[in-house]
């Protein structure tokens, strides 16, 4: 199949699937926690292409690399800073080779994770470091094949600005999510609704936002709701967990049902996404699912949180919009 | 204090100046800080007492306020560093003094798991409420932290995880203290983003702590309670 830029396949479809899980799937496939499994790239290609495979086979139309701690400051922990190039060329022609090995349209998205560093003004991190990290990590990715830079799993404005900047320098179209994990907003304290506005003045304006990742189905949809609010304008991505991990016989499990994944995959449509997926805990199974949810799905009315938790479970007040009012402090004390 | 409207904190008697250091903390303004606990020094107060009234209410105000959404990681952060430059101040004089000790604990990341943003949160948090940290970093198998315990006689044990396939490893740890008779000798407290009250459970641990401000106040009352034991 010959290569559709992902602006056009985006023009062309009312909706479009983004793949599941990553490390929970590699997880199952025999990586050991501790390993990086950007190291797979390398030696187990084709459990790599494998997976990339059986997320095609499931309906995908958009394939994530496997590169997501594939910056210098994540492999530096694995002591793999000096490999940032063949780490991330391997991920994305690994995807690239499956994508291309079927009849129908599939985007290789190069995916871009945190350096788990904190940035300044907080942190001792400084932007340009930022900037160069994401530019030589999105460089490498467009070089393998990739089609789109998928920045993802972001917390702080600092880190999503030096992401966009740096990534957007390889010329390729940019998605970015945030993870909305700490009472409806990122860790940083960023809400969907400001993130929304944010996105609006980053160093290139990114083709799609939205959210991964983050606490479960519900909450994620609580979070694209407000994203969606914000920016009735903006394609919204929404790549959720696949329910809540539970501890069962000494292995985690995640929660959610391929019919949940379903039921949320049409929610998220309703509620305004244009690209849904699936983030930890995501199989190829939840991802089938999901096609075939969304492929028989009209979009309903966007709904009311009472509706979204009802269906997919409950969402803590504080996504729900409902701020803490800031503390009372007496300021004539000071200044 | 170089802006001309600034405050002068010397006109500020004892009890408008310890509020002032609980929102100079709260607006992570590390300098004032600073300046407060000189000052309050200087008027004859405890190194023990400025610890307490001061800095450990003030993180404590903090504390609340990240654990009800009203503030965020950022401003933790600067709070933080702010109660540790006061921290610094102290920290010889209490020596000096003989203080009373809070508590101590030994904190790592457990084996396979590389993530330490919320561990070090819970150590700085810890710190500001005048408890003594060791901090292993990531990365931990048993032996690290059988090693510190070891060492450091703690009263609390930390086990941070953010990875849903790391954190059946606390068990391993748990188990390990239990093998060797020492597992009632400390509290063992786990947190980490998949890590619910009912995993805490179900691997023996004493608590399941939300986030750091949870973990700060389960491990006062904790050691409320052993002082109770050793008093009654």
């Known amino acids: 199949m010959s290569r559709i830029a992902f602006p056009e396949l985006l023009k062309a479809r009312p909706w479009l699937l983004a793949d599941g899980a990553t490390g929970t799937n590699y997880f199952m496939m025999g990586l050991t926690s501790g390993d990086a499994p950007e190291?797979?790239?390398?030696?187990?290609?084709?459990?790599?292409?494998?997976?990339?495979?059986?997320?095609?086979?499931?309906?995908?139309?958009?394939?994530?690399?496997?590169?997501?701690?594939?910056?210098?400051?994540?492999?530096?922990?694995?002591?793999?800073?000096?490999?940032?190039?063949?780490?991330?060329?391997?991920?994305a022609k690994n995807a690239r080779a499956e994508a291309d090995a079927v009849d129908r349209p599939v985007i290789v998205a190069g995916s871009v994770g945190p350096?788990?560093?904190?940035?300044?003004?907080?942190?001792?991190?400084?932007?340009?470091?930022?900037?160069?990290?994401?530019?030589?990590?999105?460089?490498?990715?467009?070089?393998?094949?990739?089609?789109?830079?998928?920045?993802?799993?972001?917390?702080?404005?600092?880190?999503?600005?030096?992401?966009?900047?740096?990534?957007?320098?390889?010329?390729?179209?940019?998605?970015?999510?945030?993870?909305?994990?700490?009472?409806?907003?990122?860790?940083?304290?960023?809400?969907?609704?400001?993130?929304?506005?944010?996105?609006?003045?980053?160093?290139?304006?990114?083709?799609a936002i939205g959210a991964n990742c983050g606490t479960g189905a519900a909450e994620l949809i609580a979070t694209v709701l407000g994203i969606t609010e914000a920016r009735p304008d903006a394609v919204v991505v929404a790549k959720g967990n696949c329910g809540i991990p539970q501890y069962q016989d000494g292995h985690i499990h995640y929660s959610g049902t391929p019919e949940l994944m379903a039921d949320y995959a049409r929610i998220a449509i309703d509620s305004g996404a244009r690209i849904i997926g699936g983030c930890c805990g995501t199989s190829p199974d939840h991802l089938a699912a999901m096609r075939v949810a969304l492929e028989a799905h009209t979009k309903g009315a966007r709904p009311q949180i009472a509706e979204v938790e009802a269906r997919l479970g409950t969402v803590s007040d504080l996504a729900k919009g409902n701020a803490p009012k800031p503390r009372d402090r007496d300021r004539d004390r000071r200044r | 204090m170089s802006d001309a409207g600034d405050l002068d904190l010397n006109t500020l008697n004892d009890e408008e100046l310890t509020q002032q250091v609980h929102d100079d903390l709260y607006d992570g303004l590390k300098e004032e800080v600073e300046a407060a606990v000189h000052i309050l020094l200087g008027r004859g107060w405890t190194p023990y007492k400025v610890l307490t009234e001061a800095l450990v209410e003030g993180m404590r105000i903090v504390g609340i306020d990240f654990r009800d959404?009203?503030?965020?990681?950022?401003?933790?952060?600067?709070?933080?560093?702010?109660?540790?430059?006061?921290?610094?101040?102290?920290?010889?004089?209490?020596a000096e003094t003989g203080a009373p000790r809070v508590g101590k604990m030994v904190i790592g990341t457990?084996?396979?798991?590389?993530?330490?943003?919320?561990?070090?949160?819970?150590?700085?948090?810890?710190?500001?409420?005048?408890?003594?940290?060791?901090?292993?970093?990531?990365?931990?198998?048993?032996?690290?932290?059988?090693?510190?315990?070891?060492?450091?006689?703690?009263?609390?044990?930390?086990?941070?995880?953010?990875?849903?396939?790391?954190?059946?490893?606390?068990?391993?740890?748990?188990?390990?203290?239990?093998?060797?008779?020492?597992?009632?000798?400390?509290?063992?407290?786990?947190?980490?983003?998949?890590?619910?009250?009912?995993?805490?459970?179900?691997?023996?641990?004493?608590?399941?702590?939300?986030?750091?401000?949870?973990?700060v106040e389960t491990a006062k009352s904790y050691m409320a309670r052993k002082h109770n034991q050793l008093n009654a």
């Not at chain 1, 790239?41 to 994530?64: M, S």
């Not at chain 1, 470091?129 to 404005?157: C, N, P, Y």
């Not at chain 2, 952060?77 to 004089?93: F, Q, R």
């Not at chain 2, 020492?182 to 608590?207: H, M, Q, T």
Request: net charge negative; glycine share 10%; hydrophobic share 45%.
């Open chain 1, 39 to 91: 190291m797979w790239n390398f030696d187990h290609p084709e459990r790599v292409r494998d997976l990339h495979k059986r997320f095609i086979a499931a309906g995908a139309d958009i394939i994530l690399t496997n590169s997501f701690g594939g910056n210098r400051y994540r492999l530096k922990l694995h002591d793999l800073q000096d490999r940032v190039a063949d780490v991330n060329i391997a991920a």
């Open chain 2, 110 to 215: 457990v084996k396979g798991d590389i993530h330490d943003i919320g561990k070090n949160l819970v150590g700085m948090m810890m710190e500001g409420a005048g408890f003594e940290v060791i901090d292993l970093g990531i990365n931990n198998p048993v032996e690290n932290y059988l090693a510190a315990i070891e060492e450091h006689q703690p009263d609390i044990l930390g086990m941070s995880a953010l990875l849903t396939t790391t954190m059946p490893y606390m068990k391993v740890v748990i188990d390990t203290l239990k093998e060797k008779g020492v597992r009632d000798d400390y509290v063992v407290l786990v947190g980490g983003a998949p890590l619910n009250e009912e995993f805490a459970k179900a691997i023996g641990a004493d608590s399941y702590c939300r986030d750091a401000a949870v973990a």
């Open chain 2, 69 to 94: 959404g009203i503030l965020f990681v950022p401003e933790v952060l600067l709070a933080a560093n702010s109660m540790k430059a006061g921290m610094l101040i102290l920290k010889p004089l209490l």
């Open chain 1, 115 to 207: 350096t788990g560093e904190i940035f300044q003004p907080v942190g001792a991190f400084s932007h340009a470091d930022g900037v160069a990290a994401f530019e030589e990590q999105a460089h490498a990715l467009k070089q393998g094949g990739a089609d789109v830079i998928w920045i993802e799993t972001m917390s702080g404005k600092e880190e999503l600005e030096a992401a966009v900047e740096g990534a957007s320098k390889c010329g390729l179209p940019i998605v970015t999510t945030m993870s909305f994990d700490t009472n409806g907003c990122t860790m940083m304290g960023i809400t969907p609704a400001k993130f929304g506005e944010m996105a609006t003045h980053l160093a290139v304006i990114p083709a």
